[in-house]
């Protein structure tokens, strides 16, 4: 393994409406030597945000989370790109590793552990940690996402090396936030089966989304009374109150 000199590093991060989070996320990714945020059609305040921190500001249409990243890093020229989601927030031991990793050769994209927090307590189990998703450094040129809508995977040229520190995930800080998000992306992968030629009901996707996010508060949440997930209790099968 040989040590290089610095290499220019620009993180990206695909935004639509985040202006409740996405001054946590560019804050956690000021160590870059550049911050790009994508945004894809938002009505809020998002842009300003990111302006007013120093963020370079693309703006791209969304088609689908796969082609929509990989439309992102065709536009950026660093030959190191990192990537994190607005509510997504780089701890610093990880940006220690990824700014060690970047001045080497070892390997041509690097993964993370993503830990995600559920309504503020933290997700270590029900499938969801470990989470290694795609990198959250990479090779320009040797490191693409796959074409899928939603779900995407990611094609490597090089090695690909798991990083020891974790990343932390606040994606849902609410139930009915969750149930949003659930259903929009129940609608991006009724459209993705579509796409492969397959027979699918939106409903039924959305109806999935729902009873696995059941079985996870069945594991992750202390029902208590006179709290904002108690009005939601009678919504789930008797053995689960």
Same mark, same amino acid.
């Given at each position: 393994?040989?040590? #290089? ?18 001054? #946590?996320?560019?804050?956690?990714? +000021? ?19 990111? *302006? ?13 989370? =796969? ?35 970047? *001045? ?19 997700? +270590?189990?029900?499938?969801?940690? /470990?989470?290694?998703? %795609?990198?959250?450094?990479?090779? !320009? ?16 040229? =090089? +090695? ?8 932390? %995930?606040?994606?849902? /800080?609410?139930? $009915? ?17 579509? !796409? #492969? =030629? !397959?027979?699918? $009901? ?5 109806? %999935? ?18 709290? /904002? ?13």
């Amino acid at each position: 393994m040989s040590v #290089q000199v610095k290499a220019k590093v620009t993180a990206y991060i695909m935004a639509k409406n985040e202006e409740s989070r996405i001054a #946590q996320c560019i804050e956690s990714l +000021k160590w870059c030597d550049e911050v790009v945020v994508a945004d894809t059609g938002s009505t809020d305040n998002t842009v300003e945000i990111a *302006r007013n921190m120093g963020c370079l500001i693309m703006k791209i249409p969304f088609e689908g989370f =796969g082609p929509t990243r990989n439309s992102i890093i065709d536009k950026i020229e660093s030959p190191w790109i990192v990537c994190f989601d607005a509510d997504e927030v780089c701890t610093p031991e990880l940006a220690a590793e990824i700014k060690q990793a970047a *001045r080497t050769d070892r390997a041509s994209a690097f993964l993370a552990n993503r830990l995600t927090f559920l309504m503020g307590k933290p997700v +270590k189990h029900s499938g969801w940690n /470990p989470d290694f998703r %795609h990198a959250v450094l990479f090779k !320009k040129g040797e490191y693409r996402y796959t074409e899928r809508n939603i779900h995407e995977s990611f094609e490597c040229l =090089g +090695k690909v090396e798991k990083l020891k520190a974790v990343f932390y %995930h606040y994606s849902f /800080p609410s139930l $009915s936030d969750m149930l949003t998000k659930e259903k929009s992306y129940s609608q991006l992968g009724a459209k993705e089966l579509l !796409k #492969q =030629g !397959k027979n699918v $009901s939106v409903g039924k996707g959305v109806a %999935h989304g729902i009873w696995a996010f059941c079985r996870l508060i069945e594991k992750t949440i202390e029902w208590q009374p006179n709290t /904002p997930l108690e009005k939601y209790r009678d919504l789930l099968p008797d053995r689960w109150k």
